[in-house]
T-cell receptor, first 114, second 118 residues
Framework: GNSVTQMEGPVTLSEEAFLTINCTYT??????LFWYVQYPGEGLQLLLK?????DKGSNKGFEATYRKETTSFHLEKGSVQVSDSAVYFC?????????????FGTGTRLKVLA | GAVVSQHPSRVICKSGTSVKIECRSL??????MFWYRQFPKKSLMLMAT?????????EQGVEKDKFLINHASLTLSTLTVTSAHPEDSSFYIC??????????????FGPGTRLTVL
């Protein structure tokens, strides 16, 4: 079946450090992949997405590349800020199920220290 | 574009009462909406898929008589938590799928509703 695996958190970094949050998936066909961010007390905001292999999604300095050969969609940012502290969710939208249900990872909490 | 709103953002109610949460797609039509529940520091749990003009499809383990879903129009779905109890306290998030735009299967999420049952 379809699944998403995210690295366990929390991740604590100093400001301006490099960030990587790993995400791997299992799916049939060619799913769309997403990263969402959730700030404290708020809903989910789409951070970036990729719909086919080798696509690179990017936004606000974050980027992730859809790697079909390694079934991965790791999130990276070259220099994190305190304002990036949030929970990050990797999600998969299978294109073959016909139900349009998302599969979410467990979320990774990021804390950036000044 | 593709904005989804929820109302209310926060609600506190007494045990035994019913609470209705609205989810609206503001600038697009959504034949399909989804309701999620999120426990503290946990991921989102899909509760049900709401289809305009038909009955909702509930995920395994979700009580359909407890969580009533109505999707009467292409821009509005409601979740009613009936006879709420403290264990129903949670963060409820809806999402909507834009059928008319070029976003394909992408879901757009509302800001969430924090329910606290005393």
């Amino acid at each position: 079946g379809n699944s998403v695996t995210q690295m366990e958190g929390p991740v604590t970094l100093s400001e301006e450090a490099f960030l990587t949050i790993n995400c791997t998936y299992t799916a049939t066909g060619y799913p769309s992949l997403f990263w969402y961010v959730q700030y404290p007390g708020e809903g989910l905001q789409l951070l970036l997405k990729a719909t086919k292999a080798d696509d690179k999604g990017s936004n606000k300095g974050f980027e992730a590349t859809y790697r079909k050969e390694t079934t991965s969609f790791h999130l990276e940012k070259g220099s994190v800020q305190v304002s990036d502290s949030a929970v990050y969710f990797c999600a998969l939208n299978p294109t073959t199920s016909g139900t349009y249900k998302y599969i979410f990872g467990t979320g990774t909490r990021l804390k950036v220290l000044a | 574009g593709a904005v989804v709103s929820q109302h209310p953002s926060r609600v506190i109610c007494k045990s035994g009462t019913s609470v209705k949460i609205e989810c609206r797609s503001l600038d697009f039509q959504a034949t399909t909406m989804f309701w999620y529940r999120q426990f503290p520091k946990k991921s989102l749990m899909l509760m049900a898929t709401s289809n305009e003009g038909s009955k909702a499809t509930y995920e395994q383990g979700v009580e359909k008589d407890k969580f009533l879903i109505n999707h009467a129009s292409l821009t509005l779905s409601t979740l009613t938590v009936t006879s709420a109890h403290p264990e129903d306290s949670s963060f409820y998030i809806c999402s909507a799928r834009d059928v008319g735009g070029g976003s394909g299967n992408e879901q757009f999420f509302g800001p969430g509703t924090r329910l606290t049952v005393l």
